[in-house]
């Protein structure tokens, strides 16, 4: 028997975790609360574009993974690894998953086991929230007898060069002896591991990424709503200083921000600011209000395009390209396309959409999935581009439609308006 890892989580952080972990050797036991998705699990079927469904079929005939939504199958981990969501709740981080999880761990840890906590959330999460859970549901302390870290999760869906494995993985322990395990455990994983100093270095590190990218979109989303009110083409003004090899980094702009990550992971840096040192984080907020205002401004220059064709809304038909909150994935998690999607259907709009990505159920109510066929393409008063995946043919978008709204710079022509 190889060392037993006990994953909990198999979304879009933890399969790719329990897969990789099989390959590398460990006996993983795949934990989910989602009867659904373990039953798809066991059946060979992946919900999850990083996983191939080869992939999870090879996990399967090693004998060295399973997934369960049992927690006695965790009893005998050496290393369990924390991989579940963490929203936000009218405003405030919900830490009830975290909180499950350590809960129905804590009874199977034992003398020399690591937990390891990879969901997003506020500095200080791993050792005021999740350590006193542990130790009170196993009797157990830690550093004296378990070994407890944070390693903030770095996948990007879709994202076919930067992978797990050669993505540079943040660790972190809460003393010396748990940095050491944390860190021997990802070097099996990952092929850099990037130690740090405490586990709120880790859980401000992750933070900070996110935050970064969410202030910077919402830079070029706003500079993208007074470069057309001057007349300016704002992609133009972006490809162009995109040329400066240094001290300057390509953000564009789109119809909000989506998944996981940018909508919710930068309000819990500010929640905790807030909460801990009574300040307002303004870049936060700031970029907070931009973003979620992003398929409102979509919807409305839309209406003022339809309009100069003497049509309205309501009535007309129009095809959405791409629902997922980013491009060649099917995460529809806080996308602003289901947004933009819902905002048109309340208009009275006849409102179709595309994306081979996302599966049918995820759609709201009353909005049609189709092809885009030229015989869709043709029928549509309005096509919008809001997420754009590859293997959508623009070429084919831009000579089929009568009018095109382009969020994401795809098409060109006569009959496309871009953002």
Same mark, same amino acid.
């Given at each position: 028997m190889g060392?037993?890892?006990v994953?909990?989580g198999q979304?879009?952080v933890?399969?790719?975790l329990?897969?990789?972990?099989?390959?590398?050797?460990?006996?993983v036991?795949?934990?989910?609360?989602?009867?659904?998705?373990?039953?798809?699990?066991?059946?060979?079927?992946?919900?999850?574009? *990083?996983?191939?469904e080869?992939?999870l079929?090879?996990?399967?005939s090693?004998?060295?993974y399973?997934?369960?939504?049992d927690?006695?199958?965790?009893?005998?981990?050496?290393?369990?690894v924390?991989?579940?969501?963490?929203?936000?709740?009218?405003?405030?981080? !919900?830490?009830?998953h %975290?909180?499950?999880?350590?809960e129905?761990?804590a009874?199977?840890?034992?003398?020399?086991?690591?937990?390891?906590?990879?969901?997003?959330?506020?500095?200080?999460?791993t050792?005021?929230?999740?350590? $006193?859970?542990l130790?009170?549901g196993?009797?157990?302390?830690? $550093?004296?007898?378990?070994?407890l870290?944070?390693s903030?999760?770095?996948? *990007?869906?879709?994202?076919a060069?930067?992978?797990l494995?050669?993505?540079?993985? %943040?660790?972190?322990?809460?003393?010396?002896?748990?940095?050491?395990?944390?860190?021997a455990?990802?070097?099996?994983?990952?092929?850099?591991?990037v130690?740090?100093?405490?586990?709120?270095?880790?859980?401000?590190?992750?933070?900070l990424?996110?935050?970064?990218?969410?202030?910077?979109?919402?830079?070029?989303?706003e500079?993208?709503? /007074?470069?057309?009110?001057?007349?300016?083409?704002?992609?133009?003004?972006?490809?162009?200083?995109?040329? =400066?090899? /240094?001290?300057y980094?390509?953000?564009?702009?789109g119809?909000?921000?989506?998944?996981h990550?940018?909508?919710?992971?930068?309000?819990?840096?500010s929640? =905790?600011?807030?909460?801990?040192?009574?300040?307002?984080?303004?870049?936060v907020? +700031?970029?907070?209000?931009?973003?979620?205002?992003?398929?409102d401004?979509?919807?409305?220059r839309?209406?003022?395009?339809?309009?100069?064709w003497?049509?309205?809304?309501?009535?007309?038909?129009?095809?959405?390209?791409?629902?997922s909150?980013?491009?060649?994935?099917?995460?529809?998690?806080?996308?602003?396309?289901?947004?933009?999607?819902?905002a048109?259907?309340?208009?009275?709009?006849?409102?179709?959409?595309?994306?081979?990505?996302v599966?049918?159920?995820?759609l $709201?109510?009353?909005?049609?999935?189709?092809?885009?066929?030229?015989?869709? +393409?043709?029928a549509?008063?309005?096509? %919008?581009?809001?997420? *754009?995946?590859?293997?959508?043919?623009? !070429? +084919?978008?831009?000579?089929?439609s009568a /009018?095109?709204f382009d969020?994401r710079?795809?098409?060109?022509?006569?009959?496309?308006?871009?953002?």
């Amino acid at each position: 028997m190889g060392e037993k890892l006990v994953v909990i989580g198999q979304g879009y952080v933890g399969l790719p975790l329990a897969m990789r972990a099989v390959e590398v050797g460990f006996d993983v036991v795949g934990i989910d609360v989602d009867e659904w998705r373990v039953k798809r699990l066991g059946a060979g079927e992946s919900y999850v574009e *990083d996983v191939g469904e080869d992939e999870l079929a090879a996990a399967h005939s090693s004998g060295r993974y399973c997934a369960s939504t049992d927690y006695a199958d965790a009893e005998g981990f050496d290393v369990c690894v924390i991989t579940v969501p963490t929203p936000l709740r009218e405003g405030v981080p !919900d830490l009830r998953h %975290v909180g499950s999880a350590a809960e129905a761990i804590a009874p199977a840890l034992r003398h020399g086991a690591t937990v390891v906590l990879e969901s997003t959330t506020y500095p200080g999460t791993t050792e005021e929230y999740l350590r $006193p859970l542990l130790e009170d549901g196993s009797g157990l302390r830690t $550093p004296e007898d378990f070994f407890l870290g944070y390693s903030p999760e770095r996948i *990007d869906p879709g994202n076919a060069r930067w992978r797990l494995d050669n993505t540079p993985k %943040v660790v972190s322990g809460i003393d010396a002896a748990s940095l050491e395990k944390v860190e021997a455990f990802y070097s099996r994983i990952v092929r850099e591991v990037v130690p740090v100093s405490s586990p709120q270095v880790a859980e401000l590190c992750k933070l900070l990424e996110n935050t970064f990218r969410h202030v910077n979109i919402a830079l070029v989303n706003e500079l993208s709503i /007074f470069a057309q009110q001057l007349g300016i083409d704002v992609w133009e003004a972006i490809d162009a200083a995109s040329t =400066k090899p /240094f001290g300057y980094m390509r953000f564009t702009p789109g119809p909000g921000v989506g998944g996981h990550c940018l909508p919710i992971d930068p309000s819990y840096l500010s929640w =905790k600011v807030k909460r801990s040192l009574g300040h307002n984080f303004r870049f936060v907020e +700031l970029a907070n209000d931009i973003n979620d205002h992003m398929p409102d401004h979509v919807v409305s220059r839309l209406s003022l395009a339809l309009n100069r064709w003497y049509k309205p809304i309501k009535g007309s038909r129009i095809l959405l390209l791409g629902l997922s909150y980013k491009k060649n994935a099917g995460d529809c998690r806080e996308s602003p396309a289901i947004e933009v999607a819902k905002a048109l259907r309340k208009l009275g709009a006849d409102v179709r959409a595309a994306d081979s990505h996302v599966d049918d159920f995820l759609l $709201p109510a009353g909005i049609e999935l189709v092809e885009p066929t030229i015989e869709e +393409l043709a029928a549509a008063d309005a096509v %919008v581009v809001l997420t *754009d995946h590859d293997h959508i043919d623009y !070429d +084919l978008v831009q000579r089929a439609s009568a /009018f095109v709204f382009d969020t994401r710079n795809r098409c060109h022509g006569p009959n496309v308006e871009s953002l």
